[in-house]
Nanobody
Framework: VTLVEESGGGLVQAGGSLRLSCAAS????????MGWFRQAPGKEREFVAG????????YYTESVKGRFTVWRDNTKNTVALQMNSMEPEDTAVYYC????????????????????WGQGTQVTVSS
């Protein structure tokens, strides 16, 4: 069984920071791309950030560039999302997901491309 499990959500004031963590288990993720998505009430789930596990190469949606950083810890099989300068618009349930991309990096932003999903963690930014 492949599991991804998020942690670290909570309530923060605008301008503050939160760090989310995603723990992956059940397989070796060296050929995977890990993604962070979020879903606000009444909206579609959207891509936030991704990282290719082997190379460490990252990619982001435009609205979080310069504010959010994603990285992985190979020894712990975890991926983290550091969120700074947070805005009320960042309020959503955040999901970690995994996609098997084989030996090459991939940069998909489509939720349909990701095979494994966590249950999500709530992030609320107050104004």
């Amino acid at each position: 069984v492949t599991l991804v499990e998020e942690s670290g959500g909570g309530l923060v004031q605008a301008g503050g920071s939160l760090r989310l963590s995603c723990a992956a288990s059940g397989r070796t993720f060296s050929t995977y791309t890990m993604g962070w998505f979020r879903q606000a009430p009444g909206k579609e789930r959207e891509f936030v950030a991704g990282i290719n596990w082997s190379s460490g190469n990252t990619y982001y949606t435009e609205s979080v560039k310069g504010r959010f950083t994603v990285w992985r810890d190979n020894t712990k099989n975890t991926v983290a999302l550091q969120m700074n300068s947070m805005e009320p618009e960042d309020t959503a349930v955040y999901y970690c997901a995994a996609q098997d991309c084989g030996p090459s990096d991939c940069y998909s932003r489509l939720k349909s491309s990701f095979n494994y999903w966590g249950q999500g963690t709530q992030v609320t930014v107050s104004s």
